[in-house]
Structure formats: C-alpha cells, structure tokens
C-alpha cells in the first residue's frame, strides 16, 4: 500500500511542503494499536491491562523521549502518537527492545485523537517536542499548537493536568507562551514564560540534533489550574489544520 505522507529525515522540510509518495510498513508490535481497534472513547483498561494515570506525547517521532519518561514512570500508561508509520514503527521496535510495556502507540492525527477518542479531564498530562518543522514565516498557519489546539487540550487535562511544549522556533515558543499566558485555566511552571533546560526531562532526537548543533531548544511547562472551570470544547472552533488527513489518502 502506498500513501502521500510527509517523512521524517534530512529531507523532511521539503517532504513536509511537497508530500511524496511512501510505502506504508505494517507494524505487528502488540504495543501498536492500529486505529480499527480504537474505540471512541478509548478503553484504557483494554489497551493496557491496568487502569493508571494516563499521558500522552504528540509527534513521538522514533520514540527517543517516551522511551525514557516511560521508563522514569512506569506507573504511568503513554499513549505515544504520530501521523507517520516508520516512526510508530522505529518507536515500537524501541519500547519493545527496552522491555516497556506503560507505552500504547498509535498512528493517528493529534486533533483527530483529542477529538474522537479521548473524553474530558483524562490526560495527566500532554507532550508536544519539537511538532512542526517549519520556520518559513509563510507556513506558520501549519503549525499544529495555537489557540483552538490548547482550548481542546486544556479540556482533555485532569484539574492538575501538566501541558509541556518544546521547540527550537523562537517565535513559535514565544507565540505559545503568549497564548497560554491569556487562559485563565493554565499557570505557567516555569521562573520565565519558556525556559532552555528543563531538569529531568528527557530530550528527544530532535532536540539532540539542535543541541548538538549549538541551537537552543525552548521549553514551556503549564499547569491547568484545578480552581479555574473550563467551558466544553466546541469541536467547530479547531482547525482542520495542515496534518488532518486529507481526502484521497490511500489509508482512508
Ligand atoms: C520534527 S518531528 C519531531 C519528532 C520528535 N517529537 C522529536 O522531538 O524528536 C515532528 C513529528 O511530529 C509529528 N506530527 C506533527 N504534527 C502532528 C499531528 N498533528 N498529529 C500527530 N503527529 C504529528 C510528525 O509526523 C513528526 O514525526
């Protein structure tokens, strides 16, 4: 089966701008939850055996952070999702060779999931690590986190649900700071709006490329606040946005 989806690597600006064919590689991994069997909402007893605190990563990528903060809290279950089949797969085969089993991982668009399949006041907390590759100013309106994404994110948070956000854009740290410094349902974490190290928590594989590179990366660490009650999301305020699926796609 072939499909149009943007891929990670070196070339992953210009794939992200100019989706290009790739071959799509079932991933058997009993950790993998293909979406037929997702249930709206999900069954989180089924999926893991257990009912824990439940966490989720946006944009797993290969796997290099839910790897370590699940195995920093195995008394915590992790969804780890992606629109991008290698990486789920890359991010499987990891868990897998490392013996975790807190780590459900998932092939699916993050609005589609927060939308769809998880239910309010669930997520201990949300982890957005480096989202969006694209600093061009023209394609800032692809960007996945704005106003609408933490509306529906704030929802999905337990009271004292944590919300984390990483990037090496300025602007795009800055503009989410900004946002989330005007809703009165999250308290910043941190001394400062957003931060350069964040003591403990566990860098993915693109903040080691641009740390490595001797760029900085950005990280924004909010609360939702337990005493602030929040409004039902109203799924008509969320952009589509550039990563929902698109009519036409092979896996539709
Ligand atoms: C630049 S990579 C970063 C990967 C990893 N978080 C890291 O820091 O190494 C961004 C990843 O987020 C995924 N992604 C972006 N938008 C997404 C969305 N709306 N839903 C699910 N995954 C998304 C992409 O497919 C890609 O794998």
């Not at 694209?134 to 986190?145: E, F, N, Q, T």
């Not at 337990?158 to 956000?165: A, C, K, R, T």
């Not at 860098?203 to 009650?229: C, E, N, T, W």
Request: with cysteine.
């Amino acid at each position: 089966m072939t499909e149009t989806q943007p891929c990670l690597e070196a070339e992953y600006l210009n794939a992200a701008v100019r989706p290009r064919t790739q071959r799509v590689i079932p991933i058997v991994s009993a950790l993998f939850i293909p979406t037929e069997r997702l249930t709206a909402p999900l069954d989180q007893p089924a999926m893991f055996g257990r009912l824990a605190p439940l966490a989720l990563e946006i944009g797993c990528g290969t796997g290099h952070f839910i790897l370590q903060r699940a195995m920093q809290q195995p008394e915590t279950d992790f969804l780890a999702i992606d629109i991008y089949n290698k990486g789920c797969l890359k991010t499987c085969s990891k868990l897998e060779a490392a013996g975790v089993t807190n780590v459900r991982v998932l092939r699916i668009e993050a609005r589609e999931l927060l939308l769809n399949n998880i239910p309010a006041g669930i997520l201990q907390a949300i982890y957005i690590n480096c989202p969006d590759p694209w600093p061009k100013k023209r394609h800032r309106d692809r960007r996945l986190v704005g106003r609408d994404f933490l509306e529906l994110a704030q929802c999905r948070l337990v009271p004292d649900g944590d919300l984390f956000f990483s990037s090496d854009q300025r602007d795009y740290v800055e503009a989410v700071a900004e946002v989330l410094a005007g809703m009165p349902g999250f308290r910043n974490q941190l001394a400062a709006a957003f931060v350069e190290t964040l003591p403990g928590y566990p860098l993915s594989k693109y903040m080691r490329r641009f740390l490595g590179q001797g760029l900085p990366v950005h990280f924004i660490h909010h609360r939702r606040d337990p005493a602030v009650a929040l409004p039902d999301f109203q799924a008509a305020e969320l952009r589509r946005g550039y990563r929902s699926r698109r009519p036409g796609r092979a896996d539709e």
